[in-house]
C-alpha cells in the first residue's frame, strides 16, 4: 500500500516510521526535517523499543508524492486551510484520507473539500515529542480507534486498522468514532489547555490539589457535554479519574498545545476548544470552565497584538 | 487628631496626604520609602490637581509613633499576621482602628487581636499607584465608605467619614458594610485576577471579546454570591456593565495584584479569593469561574515550587 504523511510532525513521523518498519511503501511530506533526514533517516526512541529507519522516502511537496492509495494526515488543525494545496496532488479515484488530527472538525473539512465518501477519522491516543531533527521520542500509549466519518461501517477500516495492528500500533474500528473523538477531548481540554496557559508539565497541575481539582472539574463539565452528543454509550464520571491516575505515570510530559506554545506556534484552539464548546451549547451544555479556559488561552494568543 | 498610617502603600500614603494636607497630624510607618520621604517629602500626583508635602513625619517602628486616635491600615491583607507586631504599640484605651484593606476577612482578624469594638471597615474605591520612592500616583476615584464592624452605627463613623470629607475625599457612613465589601470585590476578583495572571492591564482584557465577556460572566457570579450574603439590598447586575465602563476610562491602568506579581510580592488571594469563596459556598452558591481564576493563580503562585 502506497501512503502518504501529510503533517509529518511528532505524530505523524511515529506512525509513519511504524508502517515503513513493517514493510509499507511510506512517503513523508516534510519541511523543517528534510535536510537531515534525507541525509540521516529517522530515530524513534520508543518504550516499546528504539528503532532507526535508513533510508526515508522525504519530500517538499506533495507533487513530488504523487497519487497514493492511503494519506494519513498529522497535521495541527490551525493549518487546516492548506488542505487542498497538500492533499490534492495525492488523490487518485479510490485514495482513502484519514486524518489522526486532533479535536473537532477535521473529518468535516476534508469532507467538504474531498467528498465525505474517502475520509476517515481516527483517534490516537499517543504521546510523543520530536527531539532534534530527525529524532522522535515515543513516551507512552500510541492505540487508534477508526472509523468511517460518513459511510457505514465498511470492510476498508477494518483493513487499515489490520494494517496498523501488523505495524505494532494497537488499532480497533469502531462504529461510533464520535465517542472516541470525545474521550481525547476529556483529556485534551483540561491538559494541554492548563499547561498551556500556565506554562508547565502535566506533573506540576497534578501535584497541586487546586490545579489538580481544576482538571477534574473540567473533564466533567467534557463529560456531561460528550454524554449529550448522541454516543452510543454513556462516558463514566469515573473516566477522569482513571485519566488522572494513567497521567501521573507519565511524570513531566509536555501536551504539544504547551510545545506549541513555548516554540511560538499558534494553538489548536478551534478544534479542541471552539468547535467542542459550539457542540455542547447545541444540545443546551455549558461547560463554565472549558469557556474560561478558553477564553484565557484565546486571550494569551491574540489579545496582545492591536 | 493624632493618626497613624499602618501600611503605607499607594493607598495609605495617598490617604494620609490627603489628611495631613488637610491639617491632621499624620504619622506614617514607613519602609522602603522611609530615606527618601524623610529627606524629601511626599510628591502627590492627583488627577484632582497636584500636591507636595514637605515635612512628613514618617518611622521605621510603631513604637516610635506611640499611642494614636485612629489607625489607619493599608496593609497588603498577605501581611495581616503582622497585625499584633505593628498595631499594638499604637493603641490607648479609645484608639480607632479603620482597615481599608482588600477582600474579606480584615475586620474579623482586627478584631481577633484587639477585640471587636474598636475595629472600623471602610471600602476604598481609588485608583492609585505608586512612582519612584516618595512619589504617589492617583488616577482615579478614591471615595470611601465607612461602617461599623460590630456596633451599631455611632457617632464615630460619622465624625470620621466627616474628617476624610473634610481632607478632600468623598466619603459615606454606611450601616451595610458588607454590601460595599462585596460591591468592590465585584471589581477586585475579575481584574485583579484576570490582569494578574495574565499579566496585562485591564484595556488589554477589555479589548478582547473572550476576556471581557469573562470580566462580565465572573461578576455576575459574584453578584449572585453577594446577594445571597443577607445585605441590605440586592445588587443589581446591570452593576457589571456599569463598571466595565468605568473601567474603560482608566486606559491601561494596572490593578494592584498586577503589580505585586510583577514586583514578585505575595498575591491577596486569601483576602479577595478565598474568603468570598468560601463564603458563597456558606449560602450554597458556587462560583465556578471565580474558582477557576483562584486555582489558576494559586498555582502561578504555589504550584511552581516544591
Redesign the interface.
Known sequence: MRIAIVGAGALGLYYGARLQRAGNDVHYLLRSDYQVVKKNGLHVYSVEGDFFLENVQGYLTSEEIGEVDLVLVGLKTFANHRYNELIKPLLHEQTIILTLQNGLGNEEALAECFGPDRVLGGVAFLCSNRGEPGVIHHLGEGRIILGEYNSPETNRVEKIAKLFRESGVPCRAVADLKKARWEKLIWNIPFNG?CA??L?PVD??L??P??R??VI?IMSEVIEAANAQGISEKIKHSLADDMVKFTEGLGSYKPSMLIDRQESRPLELQAIFQFPLTAAIRKGIRM??V??????L???E???T?
Chains 1, 2 share one sequence.
Open positions: 492548563i496557559l500556565m508547565c506540576t497541575l501535584r497541586h487546586g490545579s481539582g481544576l472539574d463554565p470552565k469557556e474560561e479556559l478558553y477564553n484565557l484565546d486571550l494569551s491574540n489579545g496582545f492591536v
